[in-house]
């Protein structure tokens, strides 16, 4: 069973960046694209960027200009570098590989005004 494990998470003021990552037990970012989604409090899980296997990216609108998703296949490691960041990406954010399915655990992240 492959799991995924994010990390990175944490408390930053707004203007900060983070750096998360998402470390795979296998060697599976080469054979399934990868999302990040966030969930914040009250609020439906929203799709914030994705790499697909042939490393074409979407965004959201609301993290455009301000957010890079990237993986490093030979690492089996995602990663997404949240820069300018405001209190409204305060949320839990998770990875998952599909059309595999995994999902991640997902890691905090809060961002003070």
């Known amino acids: 069973q492959v799991q995924l494990v994010e990390s990175g998470g944490g408390l930053v003021q707004a203007g900060g960046s983070l750096r998360l990552s998402c470390a795979a037990s296998?060697?599976?970012?080469?054979?399934?694209?990868m999302n990040w989604y966030r969930q914040a409090p009250g609020k439906q899980r929203e799709l914030v960027a994705g790499i697909s296997v042939g490393g074409r990216t979407n965004y959201a609108d609301s993290v455009k200009g301000r957010f890079t998703i990237s993986r490093d296949n030979a690492k089996n490691t995602g990663y997404l570098q949240m820069n300018s960041l405001k209190p409204e990406d305060t949320a839990v954010y998770y990875c998952a590989a599909f059309p595999a399915s995994y999902w991640g655990q997902g890691t905090q992240v809060t961002v003070s005004s």
């Open positions: 296998g060697s599976i970012f080469s054979i399934n694209a």
